[in-house]
């Protein structure tokens, strides 16, 4: 393989799996609270909407974010209400969350379909960027990618190495025990839900300013749904959620490069789209096969509601 | 002042069959505020998108025959969701159940036999099994999570079918459309009404109705889903097979879903494309939660839901929206059920 062609393909995986990564740490940090979201794809929706508009109206793709984070914490919010304050079924109120979002942002971005956005620069790392080989793939990136590298730092450090962190971790894993010694169990649990929800907000951001950059009904495409997936791919370890989410961004682009390649394989486009779909549902089976590790590492509260009062 | 919930001694029988409505009244009210923040006037809204779809025998054919899929699918669904069973993925069994029942009706294009439809919505509801076996089976030989997986398949049968519309099943006199030819007579659904397009479709959502309703309260089965579903460690005591929960959940879901498919493509569609179901398998979770997972229930949350499609139909006519807005609706039912579900095991106190 020619070093340009490898370059190219470590470049756009990163790209791919950005969003991924962003979605997919905001998800863990909601979980880790005991708090299971679905919403994760509507969120990213309307995340992705509310950013492309703001930026076509502003032409600031950092208002763009911004707003996608304030949809997010928003969709995030109406969940928070739903599952945490009306203490109704987790699962179905995440699934009433990407039904509500996937539909509203459709509704909402009608007028924004033939739109197009600038491609926003990216940012070379100084010095780094000249680099043989890792230069182009790892640092001439639009500015969300060190995000995403800066936000998996920052997570795996509040997580395992703040007090906060702490707290947030003992109100997953027993909720009561918390609740007890004096945690407000629901109000930690409304911070790890908004967090989840901006998150994912900018994850759609990035998805409809930087990576495409126009808006089209269902164009995220079941990444939230992956983005779930990948939680569970990296046992609940901000560290592997990076690892898992380049692997089903490898198989995103895979598509583009065979096509862009000159490769005549008698491959059916549908199928190599269909990859990342099958990847999930391999990677899932892999790791969900052996029950101690699912039961160790997910949060011990996970998906169940709690009450003050009982 | 805020508010607080107090747990009831019982729970509310009342709240368990007020709630849908009072969740319906909340989505009518949001909608109306919806109407009036998008400068359309709330009462045009509501008489555009609630009663204009069904002011003549027209209209109301169209809300049976939109709430054929959707019943066909909740019942199904309705099954494993009582026995915890989670499997969203019915829009993928629907795409799957059409696929199997309209190959067969292209492969026997010529054939003048009465058997074909009967024959392609037996082969509906297999491929909808098959499809809805693939998760089952992850979920009992490996443990994977279902909702996940049933999911991603939905990704998976959307492509299949467009592979199928645009390759090997294309019509060969179609122009290049993405769509197969139409099916001949044998292989569509007799109408039921002159000069509406309701067919015998209908008949067998209500069959389904029935059956569901036999299977969830006169059966041992049926009995043992609700119990694995409300009381896991207590069905594992008494012996119940929670793989067979499992498995009894997501195959009931995928064959009802697959009839459902074939009951579009041999009715209204009359064809297999990429456009076979706006969404009836996600919004069949819906109606079967707004019909409290009961086939009476589920019967009228299908008529709403099948009503809610056609006011966005209206709405995107006579108002210029987008037809998502049934979307933002349906999505907005489910949450005031959600919350409004609260008031059955639980009432507001106000504290200062």
Redo the contacts between chains.
Sequence with gaps: MQPSLLSAILFATIVAGTPLIIAAVGELVTEKSGVLN?GTE?IMSMGAVAAFAVTVHTGSPVLGILAGMTAGMAMGL?FA??ALT????Q???G???S??????S??IG?PYESQALPSVATWNVPGLHKLPLVGHAFFEHQGLVYFSWALLAAVAWFLYRSRLGLVLRAVGEAPVAAHSVGYNVVRIRYMAVLFGGAMAGVAGAFLSVFHTPLWV?GMV??RG?IA??LV?FATWRPARVMVGAYLFGGCMITQMFVQGSGMHLNI?S??L??LP??A??IV??II??N?AT?RLNSPASLGQPF?P?? | MWLKFEQRPEPSRLMRYLSPLLAVGLMVASGMLLFHLLGKSPAEGFKVFFLNPVQDKYGVAELFLKATPLILCAVGLAVGFRGNIWNIGAEGQLLIGALAGGGLALHFHDTNSMLLLPAMIVAGALGGMFWAAIPAWLRTRFNANEILTSLMLVYIAELIVSWLVHGPWMDPDGFNFPQTRLFQAKATMPILVQGTRVNAGLFIALGALIAGWIFMNRSFMGYQMKVAGQAENAGRYAGFSARRTVWIGMLVGGAMAGIAGVAEISGPVGQITEHISPGYGFAAMIVAFVGRLDPVGIFFSGLLMALLYLGGEQAQQYLALPYSISKVFQGLLLFFLLCSDVFITHRIRWKK
């Design positions: 679905l509507g109406v209400v739903a009306f203490m109704a079924n699962v179905a109120s699934l009433a969350l039904i509500f979002g996937v539909g509203l459709a509704f009608k009904e495409a079941g749904w779930l997936a569970v059916p549908q199928f789209s269909a779909y099958a999930t549902i899932l089976v969900s096969h029950k699912i009450s009062e009982a």
